[in-house]
Nanobody, 117 residues
Framework: QVQLVESGGGLVQPGGSLRLSCAASGFSLDTYAVAWFRQAPGKEREGMSCMSSIDGSEWSADSVKDRFTISRDNAKNAVYLQMNSLKPEDTAVYYC??????????WGQGTQVTVSS
């Protein structure tokens, strides 16, 4: 069964850090691009960071550049999102996604991140 499972979300104070994890099962992540999205209440889902499976190139949204870092560990079949200097506006449900050029597209169930004092 193909599955992506996120973990690591929670409540953190402004300025704090969290590390989200996304564990893949039922397929091998190493041939897939990976990405993190988030969706705040009343807003559309938006892409935060992604990483190529071919050359490891990365992209991050301007709103999180220099604060969020995506990484992958193909040996552990996992993707991570290190989030630093968190702000209240980072509060959202965070989703991981893996996809390839052949049309495969998988999403996790999401993990809640709340930034509040």
């Amino acid at each position: 069964q193909v599955q992506l499972v996120e973990s690591g979300g929670g409540l953190v104070q402004p300025g704090g850090s969290l590390r989200l994890s996304c564990a893949a099962s039922g397929f091998s992540l190493d041939t897939y691009a990976v990405a993190w999205f988030r969706q705040a209440p009343g807003k559309e889902r938006e892409g935060m960071s992604c990483m190529s499976s071919i050359d490891g190139s990365e992209w991050s949204a301007d709103s999180v550049k220099d604060r969020f870092t995506i990484s992958r560990d193909n040996a552990k079949n996992a993707v991570y999102l290190q989030m630093n200097s968190l702000k209240p506006e980072d509060t959202a449900v965070y989703y991981c996604r893996s996809y390839d050029r052949y049309g495969s597209n998988y999403w996790g169930q999401g993990t809640q991140v709340t930034v509040s004092s």
